[in-house]
């Protein structure tokens, strides 16, 4: 179980990191989002990496039989990205060329924030479980992204009341992956 827990945090990861690589312009690309792309990279393979602490079957891949939550887990970030460009579409009236880059920024706010929550949470379990799995570098990083982000929402124009918007968004897509998970486990 805790491994294929690992093995659905580490597909989170890789799937975010290949968003942010979908959001990057064919030849303006900041040297910001390429850091942030890469370290979602190395998180996921940090994740995989860990698997091998556990004592368990051999995880290869990010098959739906080796991720807890189901199809919650493979389809939380693409919903959240479809419901957030829809919401800038629709609701804001955002021009279309904005509503990617603007998505990219709220999108990745709302999953830091529950990076940040849920590693925070996952790193005091571990330790009192005395485990020799380990977060804390992916800890520091995601709170350097979540920063980053907070940065950049305040330089947008209501980027504060776009954000609670999205963060209500993800809360939803975040208690359904939940209860995918515990509905596995329980």
């Not at 979540?146 to 918007?165: C, K, R, V």
Request: hydrophobic residues 40%.
């Amino acid at each position: 179980m805790h491994a294929k827990w690992l093995n659905t945090l580490s597909y989170l990861e890789n799937c975010g990191a290949r968003k942010i690589a979908a959001c990057e312009h064919p030849t303006l690309v900041k040297e910001e989002m390429l850091k942030h792309a890469s370290e979602e990279f190395r998180h996921a393979f940090h994740l995989k990496k860990q698997i091998e602490r556990i004592p368990s079957l051999s995880l290869d891949d990010y098959s739906i039989h080796n991720l807890l939550g189901d199809y919650a887990s493979l389809h939380y970030l693409h919903a959240l990205d479809i419901k957030t460009c829809r919401y800038l579409s629709e609701e804001v009236k955002l021009q279309k060329n904005k509503v990617k880059e603007t998505a990219y920024l709220l999108v990745t706010y709302a999953i830091e924030l529950r990076a940040d929550e849920l590693y925070r949470i996952y790193d005091e379990v571990l330790k009192t479980a005395n485990t020799k799995v380990t977060v804390k570098s992916i800890l520091l990083e995601e709170k350097e992204h979540l920063n980053e982000m907070i940065l950049g929402i305040s330089l947008l124009e209501n980027g504060q009341l776009y954000a609670e918007e999205v963060c209500l968004i993800e809360g939803g897509l975040c208690r359904k992956w939940l209860n995918s998970i515990s509905s596995l486990i329980i």
